[in-house]
């Protein structure tokens, strides 16, 4: 397996760039994809927080990202996009096996399945992972989606969607995280059905 990049060279185009070659803290702040994990000592060095962990690039309303209003998806997504490893999943070829299986499923079988992933993965504070733990790519579209919309492990939904790391998932908050890669999985499986349709 080839290396991942930290601090993506400027000679390697952002095509060029897919989930086994980065990691959630890789930058290419050139193009404007960065990290938004705030450390203690990036917060110190920047003095501020949810700024770039490496140039600084102070790029998201998080007070807006905050309200965890569904309905406000699209500028959610959008502020998300800014960030290099959720960009690459928001464009990344899905494994072919991954779409078939995906394509089993109705929309509302989808999101019910979506539901018990994230509640087993993400749900309590026992299992407060590490990005690394929710497989970057595979069989499971799911996963593609929740690096996506940063519902993969705690810590990103820490940062992205100000949900304590320590605390259990309300019923509200996993519906939200729920709904996220739904709007996530419909985008990039445009013909995934619905209830009524044949199959
Ligand atoms: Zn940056
Ligand atoms: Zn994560």
Known sequence: MGKKFKRV?????????????????????????????????VAKKFGSRGVCKECGANLIDWKRVYQNNIKDAKFIFKSMKNELIRHVYWHTPIDRD???????????????????????????SHNAWDGRQTPMTGKEIVNYAQHATATCCRKCLEYWHNIK???ELTEEQLEFCTD???????????????????K
Not at 180 to 198: A, G, H, T
């Open 9 to 41: 060279p400027a000679d390697v185009p952002v095509s060029d760039l897919n989930p086994l070659n980065i990691t959630c803290g890789s930058t290419k702040c050139d193009d404007g994809l960065h990290c938004f994990k705030t450390s203690e000592r």
């Open 98 to 124: 991954a779409i078939q299986i995906a394509l089993k499923f109705t929309r509302e079988e989808m999101r019910e399945h979506t539901k018990k992933v994230l509640k087993t993965k993400i749900g309590s």
């Open 165 to 167: 790391k320590d605390d």
């Open 180 to 198: 996220l890669v739904m709007l996530y999985i419909e985008e990039r499986v445009p013909n995934i059905s619905n209830k009524n349709d044949e």
